[in-house]
């Protein structure tokens, strides 16, 4: 089930591939699996900083009662932005496409009892790495860091990815 969630968050990657954007998805499913809202980064689409996958799909899925019994996923491990909107709403799981490239604040939130569920998938991994490699500066702009704390990212990256090493950056911003 996992799984076929996440492939409706890539879905929403690619679209925001494909319109120049940063390519993270993002969905949130009911309890009983409804799909509620479907959300991408769009902050160079909009120039608006605050679109990130998670708060689009959140802001998609508009108002509800209780959101203990959902599941937000998404193809990136989640900023302390959003997960601070999941701790905030009490969004009682998540399932991440990969930690490899970015890794957020899923650690944090399992510790507060959320249900984290990492699949370590290729294509959302592979797809990050690429756009990091060619785009390094729109992706520092996104995780909060100066291009000089970031040097030779792209390259790591790649060969993490290709040699079974992940690179990492811990901190910053990404959704």
Do not use: K
Request: charged share 20%; net charge negative; hydrophobic share 40%.
């Amino acid at each position: 089930m996992a799984e076929q969630m996440l492939d409706v968050a890539y879905r929403q990657a690619r679209i925001g591939l494909s319109e120049g954007g940063i390519p993270i998805g993002a969905v949130l499913f009911g309890g009983d699996g409804t799909l509620l809202g479907e959300g991408r980064n769009r902050r160079v689409q909009l120039g608006d900083p605050s679109v990130h996958a998670e708060t689009d799909a959140f802001r998609a899925a508009g108002r509800q009662a209780d959101y203990r019994s959902m599941t937000m996923v998404t193809t990136l491990s989640p900023c302390w932005y959003c997960s601070g909107l999941v701790r905030q709403f009490n969004i009682g799981a998540i399932v991440i496409g990969e930690a490899r490239t970015f890794t957020g604040a899923h650690d944090w939130l399992a510790d507060l009892g959320v249900r984290v569920t990492l699949l370590d998938d290729e294509r959302c991994a592979a797809m990050m790495a690429s756009f990091i490699a060619e785009h390094p500066a729109i992706w520092n702009e996104d995780i909060g860091l100066s291009e000089g704390l970031s040097e030779g990212l792209s390259e790591g990256l790649s060969e993490g990815l290709s040699g079974g090493i992940s690179g990492r950056i811990s901190g910053g911003n990404s959704g």
